[in-house]
């Protein structure tokens, strides 16, 4: 039922009017995009600003990110984004990533196995974030492109390393992999170099393994029809993607802007859309117990003192003001609430 219901998604998405948002502020909106060359032409920054603002996605991971200066334009020209661009890949193609401000919080980012050349021609860039108060890691990713006996062993490699990473350190966590990882996920076990992922299928799940094996008309990469950019999630975010309104889709952003391929990219981005189910965090209620009195009091002046060092989602929770600290601006929040309730 998910596969039909994605499919449908995705039909009804092509055959919608140009220009609508993809997103919505009760899910969690990631996108991967692959931008060739960045800038590609001299309209590439303001035809992406254009599909970016007009999509609504919260994180958007990058690859192909050529120029510094063009990345830092095209964040000025974005109203509430900010962003972040690697800078040790090979002539210049380097991953990035940007976000809404007022949607994500990033703990940290940092590159695994620079060393590491054969497999990984550009290193995975990890993303720490918050969401609403939900953790999350993401791997954005650029495989070796191209076909030969060599580069696919070189993405199999990759592929496997990034198995064994995500089992020995993030077993438990909200892993997202996504990127373009330049190869068939819908392959035989023989051939397809994500076949490690594809067979622990207790703890891994393509997100978009509908895409690969449905028309070629959705698939990422139309120029020479193939689908090559991926999102995988682990088993910690299976009941999400379920859930009714999660969905995958290749957003085809030629829809949205002309001259697309020839001035913006040869990929069209993918998007990953999740609802979570659970209750909105009780702004005040940092204990998470569902009601606010003085024992959430004592944690935030002890938050707001330096003496207890909050975790991300205490930090949301505990944000009266919404200004990304804890201070007594919050506590006399906090306490107003509470002599009222």
């Known amino acids: 039922m998910k596969k039909i219901r994605n499919i449908i998604v995705s039909m009804l998405f092509v055959a919608s009017s140009f220009g609508q948002s993809v997103g919505s502020d ?9 931008l060739k060359e960045f800038p590609l032409s001299g309209n590439t920054i303001s035809k992406t600003v254009e599909i970016i603002n007009a999509i609504n996605v919260d994180v958007i991971v990058l ?50 196995y620079g060393q590491d050349w054969y497999a990984f021609p550009r290193s995975p860039l990890v993303i720490d974030l918050t969401w609403s108060g939900i953790d999350f890691l993401l791997i954005n990713n650029h495989f070796k492109c191209c076909s030969g006996s060599e580069n696919e062993d070189r993405r199999l490699q990759a592929s496997q390393t990034l198995k064994t990473w995500i089992d020995n350190n993030h ?41 690969g094996q449905g028309s070629s008309s959705d698939w990422s990469y139309p120029s020479w029809p193939s689908h090559l950019d991926h999102i995988l999630i682990t088993d910690e975010l299976f009941d999400e993607f379920d859930a009714e309104n ?96």
């Open 26 to 34: 009760a899910t969690f909106d990631i996108v991967t995009w692959n």
């Open 63 to 112: 690859q192909e990110i050529e120029n510094l200066a063009s990345f830092n334009q095209l964040l000025s020209s974005l109203s509430g984004w900010n962003g972040y661009r690697a800078n040790s890949a090979s002539y210049d193609i380097n991953l990035a990533f940007i976000y809404k401000t007022d949607e994500i919080i990033i703990n940290n980012h940092y590159e695994i």
């Open 171 to 211: 077993s438990d966590e909200n892993v997202i992999l996504l990127g373009d990882l330049n190869d068939d996920i819908t392959e035989s076990s023989s051939t397809n170099v994500f076949w490690g992922f594809i067979e622990d299928s207790p703890n891994y799940q393509f997100t978009d393994m509908a895409i």
């Open 246 to 341: 999660s969905f995958v889709q290749t957003i085809h952003a030629e829809n949205y802007v002309s001259y697309y391929s020839s001035q913006v990219s040869d990929h069209r981005p993918v998007v990953l859309c999740l609802e979570f189910s659970s209750s909105p965090t009780l702004a005040g209620d940092i204990n998470f117990d569902g009601i606010l009195n003085i024992l959430d009091v004592v944690i935030l002046v002890n938050c707001a003192l330096g003496t207890y060092q909050p975790t991300a989602e205490e930090l949301i929770a505990g944000d009266m003001d919404e200004n990304e600290m804890l201070n007594i601006l919050d506590i006399v929040q906090l306490v107003n609430q509470v002599l009222e309730g």
